[in-house]
Each structure stands twice: as C-alpha cells, then as structure tokens.
C-alpha cells in the first residue's frame, strides 16, 4: 500500500477511535469531578495572563477542556473532556478530538477553553459536531497575550502547556460533541 494511502488510512482509524471515547455522558462522580478540574483550569488561566479574567465575565459563553492530552509519531491525536457555559451556568459536557498528519513527535497536556462572543455563536457550536480547521487562530495564555485578542468568527481559542513536549508541524482540525447536563 503507497505511503500516501497508509497515512489516510490510520488517521481516518485513530479518528473513529478519538470519537467513540467521546460518546459517553458523565455520572454525577465525574460531573463533580470534571467541574473541580474546569474552576482549577479557569484558575491557571488567569494566573497566566490576568487579562482573560474578563473574556470569562463578559463573553456570552465558554466551552474549557482543563486536560487534553496530544501525542504523536508522524501521526498524532489528541483528547479532552471539558464543559460548557452559558451566561456563566454550566448548560452541557463537551469532548474535543483531533487527528493530525504531518512531521509530529511527542506528547503533551494542554489546557484550552473557546470563548463565545454571542448566542448565536454558542449555538452553532453546541448543534452537533462542530469542527475548527487548520486555520482557526489560537492566543497562547501568557501575561497580557489576551489583552489585545479579539473574536475570529465570534469565537476566541485561548490554549495554555500544562506539560510535555512535542515538536510539530502538521495538519488537522478538533472536532467536538456537546451532551446537554441531565
């Protein structure tokens, strides 16, 4: 099999594996668990840069992933459970899964969270599978990074390291699967 259709071949695999971990909705034990390590993210955010406090007041709503785990050899994945607010309620349980293609080596953590600048735009992320491509922008959450960020689209990505390493230069999008808290 050409190299080309090998690769096409185990991306589109590792993607159906990411998306069949991210069916599941969350008991109570893992809601309250979930919902710790979302106000601890929250946290870490603002200490890393002070300015995204008010992007976590003033925006209609956010959708934060406090651990998404990424790793790869020329083809990667990535993984994270989080949740999702509106008008600062908690409305629903979100998963992001990534496939990825390209020179990529190693394994990180990361911490994300998406800002919503308006309903509508909340709304078109929590309608079913929503999916950011290679060329939605991304603030890296560093003292003051925020403060001159603006909505892309209505929607803002802010991503902070929690830990690892990984050299990369590849392509792929995050797609997501909201669930709506029972």
């Avoid at 209609?60 to 990424?70: E, L, R, S």
């Avoid at 020179?103 to 919503?116: H, K, N």
Wanted: proline share 2%; charged share 20%; hydrophobic share 40%.
């Amino acid at each position: 099999m050409p190299t080309r259709h090998l690769a096409i071949v185990l991306t589109s695999a590792s993607g159906l594996l990411l998306t069949g971990c991210a069916a599941q909705r969350l008991d109570s034990r893992e809601l309250a668990s979930l919902e710790r390590d979302v106000d601890s993210a929250v946290e870490d955010f603002i200490d890393q840069d002070p300015s995204l406090e008010r992007w976590f007041e003033d925006s209609y709503g956010f959708a934060i992933f406090p651990n998404v785990g990424k790793g790869g050899i020329g083809i990667g994945g990535a993984y994270g459970e989080g949740l999702v607010y509106e008008l600062g309620e908690a409305i629903g349980s979100v998963t992001l899964t990534q496939a990825t293609i390209g020179f990529q080596l190693g394994g990180q953590s990361y911490q994300q969270v998406v800002f919503f600048e308006a309903e509508r735009f909340l709304e078109e992320f929590i309608s079913g599978e929503f999916e950011f491509n290679a060329q939605a922008s991304v603030v890296a959450a560093t003292a003051g990074a925020s403060a001159d960020a603006t909505f892309d689209n209505g929607m803002l990505i802010v991503t902070a390291q929690n830990g690892g390493l990984m050299y990369e230069a590849s392509v792929g999008g995050q797609t997501f699967k909201y669930r709506t808290l029972d």
